[in-house]
């Protein structure tokens, strides 16, 4: 359903130029019920199971609070906190946020909060921040942009709840689709994603 794909290349061959789309990867979207109640029941009991039980210690080892964070002076404030937590939970995350990333998340979080798309979540604990989503809300759809969270609270799955949080609150802003964006990671599949097929087209203008 993408614009390029749709249209961009018909436009290209019809103007004789030389276009290669091929499968690239995936991304994977979940379709939004009405409720968190209809979310829950759609999962197979195993997943039901285990989201309930993971909130269930969350709830028995901290004080729980899941904020968002959207207003353009609050993201200012708190994007470095996100990133922060980013670079907190894997050496890969901690390597890849080079100053130059960092710059551009700041950039992007400052222009997109501006827009009235960037959405930031935290979870906090104690009144400490555990975990971090970055979203962007477009329309009827909430896309999973990034997450990072503080090793020492792993036992606790903050991480993928951080993430089950999200849904629960795009579930409660009435939105319909939450995309996850690219990658196959079995958690996706886990919450109800679907694959959906994604294209890398060349047009070649020589």
Excluded at 23 to 31: F, I, Q
Aim: hydrophobic letters at 40%; a positive charge; proline letters at 3%.
């Amino acid at each position: 359903d993408s614009i390029v794909f749709r249209d961009l290349v018909a436009v290209a061959k019809d103007l004789s130029y030389r276009i290669i789309c091929n499968p690239e990867d995936v991304t994977m979207v979940l379709e939004l019920p009405a409720s968190w109640d209809d979310f829950l029941n759609q999962l197979k009991g195993k997943e039901r199971h285990e989201i309930r039980r993971k909130l269930r210690r969350l709830d028995e080892a901290a004080q729980v609070n899941f904020r968002v964070v959207d207003n353009p002076d609050d993201v200012a404030r708190e994007i470095d906190t996100f990133l922060a937590l980013f670079k907190l939970n894997r050496s890969d995350k901690l390597e890849f946020m080079s100053d130059q990333r960092a710059a551009f998340f700041r950039a992007l979080a400052s222009e997109m909060a501006d827009a009235r798309i960037l959405r930031l979540f935290f979870l906090d604990l104690d009144d400490v921040p555990a975990a971090a989503v970055m979203c962007f809300d477009y329309r009827s759809t909430l896309y999973l942009y990034n997450n990072g969270y503080d090793i020492q609270h792993k036992s606790l799955s903050v991480g993928l709840l951080s993430k089950i949080f999200t849904i629960k609150e795009s579930i409660k802003r009435g939105k319909t689709t939450y995309d996850f964006l690219k990658g196959p990671e079995s958690y996706k599949r886990r919450l109800g994603g679907k694959p959906v097929q994604l294209f890398r087209c060349r047009l070649d203008l020589g």
